[in-house]
């Protein structure tokens, strides 16, 4: 209520909730179909073997395989950058104790 639409999937609303207070831009996640982001390339990084950063390989992912194989309450999400958390650096390097999967898979 009070809120109207901005670019970029953004909502600007109204500090307060009331109309002529500052307004605060509030980020939310838009829909896409795969098949509109042409030309992108999907990866999964995984450490292959584990034990060094330099085994970081990035396989590539079928988009649309990967659409379809969701399940309700799923989404995929288009990412620019990620981090390594100790666990990831803990799971490159092998001392992870078990198969914590892939890095980021957390």
Same mark, same amino acid.
């Given at each position: ?12 609303? !109204?500090? @307060? ?6 307004? #605060? +831009?509030? !980020?939310? +996640? ?7 982001? &042409? @030309?992108?390339?999907? $990866? ?11 085994? +970081?390989?990035?396989? #590539?992912?079928?988009?649309? /395989? #990967?659409? /379809? ?11 620019? #950058? ?10 490159? +390097?092998?001392? $992870? !104790?078990?198969? !914590?999967?892939? &890095?980021?898979?957390?």
């Amino acid at each position: 209520k009070g809120a109207e639409e901005g670019s970029a999937g953004q909502q600007v609303v !109204p500090w @307060g909730g009331q109309a002529g207070t500052a307004a #605060a +831009l509030v !980020p939310r +996640l838009l829909p896409v179909a795969p098949a509109a982001m &042409p @030309g992108a390339q999907w $990866y999964q990084v995984s450490a292959q073997p584990r034990g060094s950063f330099a085994n +970081l390989v990035p396989g #590539a992912v079928d988009a649309a /395989a #990967a659409a /379809a194989a969701m399940q309700p309450g799923e989404m995929l999400l288009a990412v620019t #950058a990620v981090g390594l958390n100790f666990r990831d650096v803990l799971n490159v +390097l092998g001392m $992870y !104790p078990g198969d !914590p999967g892939n &890095p980021g898979s957390d």
